[in-house]
T-cell receptor, first 112, second 113 residues
């Protein structure tokens, strides 16, 4: 079992470009999350989903959109990338609260 | 406003000694607390958790202590090993508000041989 797989692992974008980060899980978990980690900032929740077809905003949702069309996939989109979105992005899953998460290995995104 | 605070960015400990990582929180609605460990270029991995109805939880070399009156928790690692060198994140959850985790900024632990 792969667990939680994120693609791509690295990406460089120019300001204004768009891209989609894919998170795939084979754990049959209902809950899925997108976090970003910035130096000295810990992990901050961008968006999350409590089940197929549902999404909700987290702590820092601006500039991002998400979709959960299939239970196993959670997509994070950047419509018009900005340098402030340079970060490491982590996807995570959980069978439900209270919060034991399983994380992917991360996507390093640089926006120039 | 930080709801979960890890005030020590780094900690250095000798192999075999005890490592104590601290975490403070401000939200009295938190009812579940967790510690995650993160190696470079990897995602965080769950280490240990504690419910607010307990004051101690132990798992091998790792023990988490919760002091609700002080809104403080700590992670003890005994004995510390070089492989424990990593960044440790404290996190808290309030089940009545979706149960989403709020993370601290992390403490980088270095265990020296």
């Amino acid at each position: 079992n792969a667990g939680v797989t994120q693609t791509p692992k690295f990406r460089v974008l120019k300001t204004g470009q768009s891209m989609t980060l894919l998170c795939a899980q084979d754990m049959n978990h209902e809950y899925m999350y997108w976090y970003r980690q910035d130096p000295g900032m810990g992990l901050r929740l961008i968006h999350y989903s409590v089940g197929e077809g549902t999404t909700a905003k987290g702590e820092v949702p601006d500039g991002y959109n998400v979709s959960r069309l299939k239970k196993q996939n959670f997509l994070l989109g950047l419509e018009s990338a900005a340098p402030s979105q340079t970060s490491v992005y982590f996807c995570a899953t959980a069978g439900g609260p209270p919060g034991k998460l399983f994380f992917g290995s991360g996507t390093q995104l640089s926006v120039l | 406003d930080q709801q979960v605070k890890q005030n020590s960015p780094s900690l250095s400990v000798q192999e075999g000694r005890i490592s104590i990582l601290n975490c403070d929180y401000t939200n009295s609605m938190f009812d579940y607390f967790l510690w995650y460990k993160k190696y470079p270029a990897e995602g965080p991995t769950f280490l240990i958790s504690i419910s607010s109805i307990k004051d101690k939880n132990e798992d091998g070399r790792f023990t988490v202590f919760l002091n609700k009156s002080a809104k403080h928790l700590s992670l003890h690692i005994v004995p510390s090993q070089p492989g424990d060198s990593a960044v440790y994140f404290c996190a808290a959850s309030a089940l009545r508000s979706q149960g989403n985790l709020i993370f601290g900024k992390g403490t980088k632990l270095s265990v020296k041989p």
